[in-house]
């Protein structure tokens, strides 16, 4: 999983050079770059969570404060969290009430749904949206225009509840193109199918021919809508809604949310709340994961290694995004911190025969074998599997072996860390474990490698040109242009972004016959593959903001510097 240089960017008006000004925060960044002897404040306690989701507490008074009486600073801040947390129960009931409110507009029920979950609190209404998008199900849609066509597809299938593409038959002829009539008058109409078709499955090619001809349309209608529309379509042709990391859609969609004529005051309050706390609890992550990467002191005993724990976190908190995964944030930013060191150790540092020894040590599993281990591998003894992927990777290189592309994607997706991730994720969250889903674990669903081969190309076209400076392994592009004997990188690049998009269509294959996985472990499947579409998608491109930029926003926002939202 190499991180080294990768441009990190939000696909949305948040930091769009085209749509919006960078915010203070950012503007603070670079002004606090600037100043040569500035210094970070030393690190707080560290704070453990439960993985668990903790229930709302319903009582009506705060119970007393016996245990804590003796701490005003601690006083006031419970009181300033039990203060939140009515706050946070009254506007769930209202919200709750606008759900559950009797109405015929289907399509008022189906907006609402869809900005509960854009804006990352669907996880308090799961069973009225349950509920709802069941009635969705069964009811006769043949009447709905392509918005609504659209927009119930979309949500059905995003939440895994039953249905095909034969809804959009009436509007889409054999060549997956739209009737005229509809296409030069419904700009929304289009853009809702545009969105719907990047969930396409399997044997939906209509559906899938329908992404590029809507998207051809969206482009070309631009001179003819609305700024507000522009902005809107300018922003799905960037990346579209299924693509997109939850908690950067989260906070991007409350600015746009709070605009909304006819928008829930609840809901937004709610959501605004949400992000607050979000913003507290990343900060008190954050102190312990770098408290104990301190003290672990690897950086210092090899000088070599990769000191990025900042940018694990960014990963992590695009893979679990949910308040109840504090746990699992800190753990596996912790793991994959070790793993990037372990990568160091193949790609940099090691000789080919000390390689094999740490190997053959690691594989016996004998931690006599150690001794004739040097130091600096005697720190990383741990997973089995993706060294064989490092070692692999290592072989190729000392012969100067360009493999097939068959070959390095089938290497690639283990040493990219996706298997070793999902699984250690799967454990720690606790959900859905049982005889049956751990035999799934090996060999490993097939929802984790599609998952993890988009990872490894998306990283392949972010970081291919660095990694050749620094003489590492032969990229999925080289491996492409070597098999098919061309040289043009352009058009290597091109195809592979066509095997992501043939890889998101396996994705989705699990939305729409969804396996024995507890859901937890498939959104994270999903949520792997869009953080590495955010974080790679530009490559090289200056004009974004790199991920040297988003970890010191991180580290702003772990000691006060965080943008909060006022309840009004």
Partial sequence: MQMAGVKFISYSSLYSATFSKRPSVIREVYSLKKKKNYKLPRFGNPLFMSTKCQSISSSSSPPPLLSIDHDPGMVADYYDNYKSTTSEELLIKKVEMALRKPTDDQSYKMRL??????????????????VILQMLSDFNSGQD????????????RHNGF???????????????EIEDVIMGQDTLGMLSL????YLAANCEESLVKAMEFTRSHLKSSMPFITQKLQNEVAKALELPRHLRMAPLEARNYIDEYGKEL??????????????NELQSLHKRELTEIIRWWKQLGLVEKLGFARDRPLECFLWVVGIFPGKCYSNVRIELAKTVSILLVIDDIYDTYGSLDELHLFNHAIL???????????????????????FDAFLTEAEWFDKKYTPTLEQYLTNGVTSGGSYMALVHSFFLIGHGITDQTISMMHPYPEIFSHSGKILRLWDDLGTAKEEQER?????????????????????????????????????????????ALPRSITTACFDLARTAQVIYQHGDDQSFLSVEDHVTLVELMRWGYNEYFSLD
Wanted: charged share 30%; net charge negative; aromatic share 10%.
């Fill in 145 to 156: 225009d392509l918005f609504n066509t659209g927009l119930r597809f979309r949500l059905l």
């Fill in 113 to 130: 749904i869809d900005s509960i979950q854009r804006l990352g609190v669907g996880h308090y209404f799961e069973e009225e949206i349950k």
């Fill in 194 to 197: 545009y969105e719907a078709s």
């Fill in 162 to 176: 039953p249905t095909t593409s034969d809804v959009f038959d009436k509007f889409i002829n054999q060549k997956g």
């Fill in 471 to 515: 003489g590492d392994v032969a990229s999925s592009i080289d491996c492409y242009m070597k098999e098919e004997n061309i040289e043009s990188e352009d058009e290597a690049r091109k195809h592979i972004k066509k095997l992501i998009r043939s890889s998101w269509i396996e994705l989705n294959g699990e939305l729409k016959a969804p396996s």
């Fill in 364 to 386: 016996r599993w004998d931690l006599g074998a150690m001794d004739k281990l040097p130091e600096y591998m005697k720190i990383c003894y741990m997973w089995l599997d993706i």
């Fill in 262 to 275: 006819n928008h829930c005051p609840a809901l937004l309050d709610l959501a605004k709340l949400e992000f």
